[in-house]
C-alpha cells in the first residue's frame, strides 16, 4: 500500500485542526472594534444590539463553512466571537420565525430557491460536511415569510465519483 495518500491526509487533519482565525485570537475585554476590522477586514453587515452594542457578521458564503459573529459592547470592545452555523445555532431555528430573524441568526444565505407545488421558499447554507457527499448544506423552508421546517441535504460530485 502507497503510504504518501495516508500521510497526506493526516497532514491535512492535523493543519486544520492547528488553525485558528485571526478573530479568535483576539483578547475578549480588550480588543476594540478597530482591532477587529484590522484583523478581519470590513465585515458582511453590522447588527446594533438592544444592549447598545452591536454585532458585527463575517460571513463566509456561498463557499465557506462559518459565519463569525464578533460581539461588541456599547464601549465598542470585543465581548466574543461565535460561528454563527454552528449545529447549536442552527437548532434554534424554528417554525414561526421571520425571514429577518433567520437572517439575523444564521448571517447571509448561499442560495435562495423557490418551490412552486410545496409553495416553498427554500434558503440554504454551505456548512460543515458532515455526509456522504461533497458538500453539506443546512436548509431553511419558508411559506409566506415564516420557518415552517429545517432539513439538510448532500450534494455529490457530478460523475458520481469521489476520486481525490
Known amino acids: 500500500m ?9 497532514s491535512l487533519m492535523l493543519a486544520a485542526c492547528a488553525y485558528r482565525p485571526p478573530l479568535l485570537t483576539l483578547p475578549a475585554g480588550q480588543a476594540t472594534e478597530a482591532e477587529v476590522v484590522a484583523t478581519a477586514g470590513a465585515p458582511t453587515r453590522r447588527w446594533q444590539d438592544a444592549d447598545g452594542g452591536s454585532t ?7 463557499w465557506g463553512t462559518v459565519c463569525w459573529m464578533v460581539k461588541l459592547d456599547a464601549e465598542g470592545r470585543l465581548v466574543g466571537v461565535s460561528d454563527a452555523l454552528s449545529l447549536d445555532n442552527r437548532l434554534k431555528i424554528e417554525p414561526g420565525m421571520g425571514k429577518a430573524e433567520v437572517s439575523r441568526r444564521l448571517g447571509v444565505h448561499r442560495s435562495v430557491e423557490y418551490f412552486v ?4 421558499e427554500v434558503w440554504d447554507w454551505n456548512i460543515e460536511n458532515t455526509g456522504p457527499g461533497i458538500e453539506t448544506r443546512f436548509n ?3 411559506r409566506d415569510g415564516v420557518v415552517l421546517r429545517t432539513s439538510q441535504s448532500y ?3 457530478r460523475d458520481g465519483g469521489f476520486d481525490l
Open 117 to 120: 407545488l410545496s409553495d416553498e
Open 56 to 62: 458585527l457578521e463575517y460571513a463566509s458564503q456561498p
Open 140 to 142: 431553511v423552508h419558508f
Open 2 to 10: 502507497d503510504w504518501k495518500l495516508p500521510a497526506l491526509c493526516l
Open 155 to 157: 450534494i455529490y460530485p
